[in-house]
Nanobody, 125 residues
Framework: QVQLMESGGGSVQPGGSLRLSCVASGHLSSSDCMGWFRQAPGKERVAVATLDDEQSPYYTSTVKGRFTISKDNAKNTLYLDLNSVKPEDTGTYYC???????????????????WGHGTAVTVDS
């Protein structure tokens, strides 16, 4: 069973940058994909960025051009670089894992099987 542990959250001013990390421990299948979700205060969790089985990135429109998802396979670590952050980027960020065959449906409401505990990001001046 895969366990996901996020780190790197904190407070940042608008326009600033932050790097989130997620270490995957246990057995992550080669057919599994990873990504990031975000839950803003009082709102539902939504997909922010994912990698497909060819490591191609996908982003929600509100972060495209500002956030970058990447993965270091040797370290079993997923990253999310947040740049030019805005107050609306505030929330708890969750690392997720799911079979690649279903991860692509997160953009239409599918929730992945495996979740980390989340790391909080606050964007405030």
């Amino acid at each position: 069973q895969v366990q996901l542990m996020e780190s790197g959250g904190g407070s940042v001013q608008p326009g600033g940058s932050l790097r989130l990390s997620c270490v995957a421990s246990g057995h992550l299948s080669s057919s599994d994909c990873m990504g990031w979700f975000r839950q803003a205060p009082g709102k539902e969790r939504v997909a922010v960025a994912t990698l497909d089985d060819e490591q191609s990135p996908y982003y929600t429109s509100t972060v495209k051009g500002r956030f970058t998802i990447s993965k270091d396979n040797a370290k079993n670590t997923l990253y999310l670089d947040l740049n030019s952050v805005k107050p609306e980027d505030t929330g708890t960020y969750y690392c997720v894992a799911d079979p690649c065959s279903t991860m692509r449906f997160v953009w239409v409401g599918h929730y992945p099987q495996t979740w980390g505990h989340g790391t909080a990001v606050t964007v405030d001046s």
